[in-house]
């Protein structure tokens, strides 16, 4: 009995021995490739292989999909819900970052607390691309609380996303000129799908008759929008979600929506709703009812798959429900 024990006891132990060196051959050799695979996508030139692209917010990461088209493996950092103000890269983030050929992202400050990570990325050959910088400055709103730097809201304003779109048409374009072509055709099928977004969106806005159109959200997101389609805009917070609503904004606002009548307010995604309840709350102290009026999407688009996961399914989104919301439908 115990002869026998003791002959299984080796076995395992030949056993054990065997699984552990073909378990570290097969570590090695996924090592191996991996590394291998690596340096062949380093060697290949651009133009043979697809571009490997990060974008910070869902907006910039759609725009590089709908021009990079098949020439552009697209990963982007924010989610539905996350707000760009706020994110901070993750260490996988920067791996991320680390490896891609160009990385896309708003700028003009929307991404406060990545700016010294974009710096670091400057000394690299990883090619960085502020989308929203190239817009007229002149054009640009610059609200005295948000410290010298621009409003960073642009893609409210479909024609100031347009421009958007040219600067990352003319980026592929530099890096990958072989395939220029590609880039300008489909810049220029989705440029006319925005041509017709913006319509869209004058069109709904003139439903609303003049004196009713004002958007009241959670925070100062909207003031493009409300310059380009006629809407007086309030937030409870301002330009970033950085800074608290006080409770004198608060009950401003709550004064602001009960003389004016105002019959709906407005959620956003990416921020959460109990300050926008909490001035429901002290404008029914003032005796009158302001509806929510629903959820839009400010800095963060909807699930990945929905129509609201994309710049033009959020835009609709948005405009849909405010003028539905306003008009009481
Ligand atoms: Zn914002």
């Known amino acids: 009995m115990a002869w026998i024990i003791s002959i299984n006891r080796d076995e395992e132990k030949g056993m054990m021995r065997r699984i552990l060196v073909w378990g570290l051959a097969a570590v090695l050799a996924l090592l191996l490739v991996g590394c291998e695979a690596l340096d062949e996508a380093d060697n290949v030139p651009l133009s043979e292989r697809p571009i490997r692209v990060v974008a910070t917010t869902g907006m910039v990461a759609d725009i ?22 706020l994110y901070k890269a993750s260490a996988g983030d920067v791996n991320r970052l680390q490896a891609a050929d160009v990385i896309f992202y708003n700028g003009l400050h929307l991404e406060a607390q990545m700016g010294k990570v974009f710096e670091r990325m400057s000394g690299t050959d990883v090619v960085t691309v ?5 817009i007229n400055p002149a054009e640009l709103l610059a609200p005295p609380e948000f410290q010298g730097n621009y409003d960073p809201h642009v893609w409210f304003n479909v024609q100031f996303w347009m421009t958007a779109v040219e600067e990352v048409e003319a980026a592929l374009a530099k890096m990958d000129p072989d395939h220029a072509d590609v880039y300008a055709a489909n810049a220029k099928a989705y440029l006319a799908e925005l041509a017709a977004l913006d319509a869209y969106v004058r069109e709904q806005a003139l439903r609303v008759p003049e004196d009713q159109r004002v958007l009241i959200t959670a925070h100062d997101a909207f003031n493009y929008f409300g310059r380009a ?13 950085a800074s608290e609503a006080s409770t004198a904004d608060m009950q401003d606002l709550a004064r602001f929506i009960a003389e004016r009548q105002i019959p709906a307010i407005f959620l956003e995604s990416s921020v959460p709703p ?4 909490a ?9 009158f009812d302001v509806q929510i009026g629903g959820e839009l999407f400010s800095d963060a688009m909807g699930t990945a798959g929905t129509p609201e996961g994309t710049y033009i399914g959020m835009v609709r989104h948005n405009v849909d429900t405010i003028v539905g919301a306003l008009l009481g439908e």
């Open 64 to 85: 590089v999909q709908n021009v990079g088209g098949e020439r552009v493996e697209v990963e982007g950092l924010m989610g539905p819900g996350v707000d760009p103000h």
């Open 274 to 277: 109990r300050t926008v309840e």
């Open 130 to 134: 502020p989308v929203a910088e190239n």
């Open 279 to 287: 001035v429901q709350a002290a404008v029914h102290d003032r005796g």
């Open 229 to 241: 389609y006629g809407f007086e805009v309030r937030g409870l917070q301002g330009i970033s979600t």
